[in-house]
């Protein structure tokens, strides 16, 4: 297959482009649901590095790691698409605006990235929130390809 046939085949087929997107960024959830798992004491020093918190850290730490393992899942497979990004939008909004943007400055450049890459997920996940799931989904093949948030195309007589 060459580009030119890519691409065509792109432009016929752009639900697959988000559905690639909602994969990508389930399985990434997923790992660093893990990678959370595994090194709590940095999730908490993270949020003590943020500032005071109105609810206790460990509430925190026990809502971040499972939302993203099973959100993580979810989202890869596309089920309970739209409930399973909904559920990682306030731990990506509190990523950016509460823990990687206070800590920005001009000059340094991990933070930043921190907030980028963060920023960059809320984004996505904000996207695949609307959208919902694909074709590539355990959603559309639960209702047998029906799918329900976008109108009918008109079929040719």
């Not at 694909?134 to 007589?157: A, F, Q, Y």
Request: with cysteine; charged share 10%; hydrophobic share 50%.
């Amino acid at each position: 297959m060459n580009l030119n046939q890519t691409k065509s085949w792109l432009h016929t087929h752009p639900d697959v482009m988000m559905d690639l997107v909602r994969i990508y960024l389930g399985v990434a959830l997923f790992f660093k649901g893990i990678f959370f798992m595994a090194n709590r004491d940095h999730l908490l020093q993270i949020m003590e590095q943020a500032g005071s918190w109105s609810i206790a850290p460990a509430f925190i730490a026990h809502y971040i790691v499972p939302v993203h393992l099973v959100g993580g899942v979810l989202l890869a497979i596309g089920l309970l698409t739209r409930v399973a990004a909904l559920a990682q939008i306030p731990i990506l909004i509190g990523a950016v605006f509460y823990v990687h943007l206070p800590q920005m400055t001009l000059m340094s450049v991990e933070p930043r990235q921190n907030l980028e890459l963060s920023a960059l997920v809320l984004f996505l996940t904000c996207l695949v929130c609307l959208h919902g799931s694909g074709r590539l989904s355990v959603d559309h093949l639960i209702n047998k390809g029906e799918h329900h948030d976008s109108p009918p195309v008109p079929r040719p007589v």
